[in-house]
């Protein structure tokens, strides 16, 4: 089926170690964005990348970088992750300006 | 600042209740509205909105938008305990990423 596919799909982790979440489309989307969910705090914006090539801050990127590996792929990493990176992480992509987005499946990361 | 404001954050009601959300926005360069279903994992579509006073629907579910006082209600008919999620809303302003509001958590108990 289309759409975006996101792994892991759960994921512990110890504070100081780092990991890459994946993130691929296939509907030929050419923006791809990564949001983490946290209770009480609703969706918000880490990075994002409007085109392949190209990657833009968010509203909290503070300990993650991103790759948009080409027009399919867009990951994640936290390079040392911390108790406070213990979130919902959901990527998305979206075709043509001002169309919704198609959203992964999440991934439940837990650092302790 | 694009700002988006969700009422209320939480609600339980009865199967068969009629529920109505609200969605304030203040976005620049106002393109269209929309909102998502979250139930346990991914949000998914339900409407997108671009003109004032037109209201869609989908079966039970209906929504509506007025651009002159910016904001839109999603409203619920005899609800369903399948209905119980957290909806959200996004005013898009085109190429910009979303902006979420934090949600309304919809619960219906039988």
């Known amino acids: 089926n289309a759409g975006v596919t996101q792994t892991p799909k759960f994921q512990v982790l110890k504070t100081g170690q780092s990991m890459t979440l994946q993130c691929a489309q296939d509907?030929?989307?050419?923006?791809m964005y990564w949001y983490r969910q946290d209770p009480g705090m609703g969706l918000r914006l880490i990075y994002y990348?409007?085109?392949?090539?190209?990657?833009d801050k968010g509203e909290v990127p503070n300990g993650y970088n991103v790759s948009r590996l080409n027009k399919r792929e867009f990951s994640l990493r936290l390079e040392s992750a911390a108790p406070s990176q213990t979130s919902v992480y959901f990527c998305?992509?979206?075709?043509?300006?001002?169309?919704?987005?198609?959203f992964g499946s999440g991934t439940r990361l837990t650092v302790v | 600042e694009d700002k988006v404001v969700q009422s209320p954050l939480s609600l339980v009601v009865h199967e068969g209740d009629t529920v109505t959300l609200n969605c304030s926005y203040e976005?620049?360069?106002?393109?269209?509205l929309l909102w998502y279903k979250q139930e346990k994992k991914a949000p998914t579509f339900l409407f997108m909105l671009?003109?004032?006073?037109i209201e869609k629907k989908s079966g039970r579910l209906s929504s509506i938008l007025d651009k002159k006082e910016l904001f839109s209600i999603l409203n619920i008919t005899a609800t369903q305990t399948g209905d119980s999620a957290i909806y959200l809303c996004?005013?898009?302003?085109?190429?910009?990423?979303?902006?979420f509001g934090k949600g309304t958590r919809l619960s219906v108990i039988a």
């Open positions: 990348s409007a085109s392949e090539g190209t990657t």
């Open positions: 509907m030929n989307h050419n923006s």
């Open positions: 996004a005013p898009s302003s085109g190429n910009t990423p979303l902006v």
């Open positions: 976005v620049t360069n106002f393109r269209s």
């Open positions: 998305a992509s979206r075709g043509p300006p001002g169309d919704g987005y198609t």
């Open positions: 671009t003109s004032s006073g």
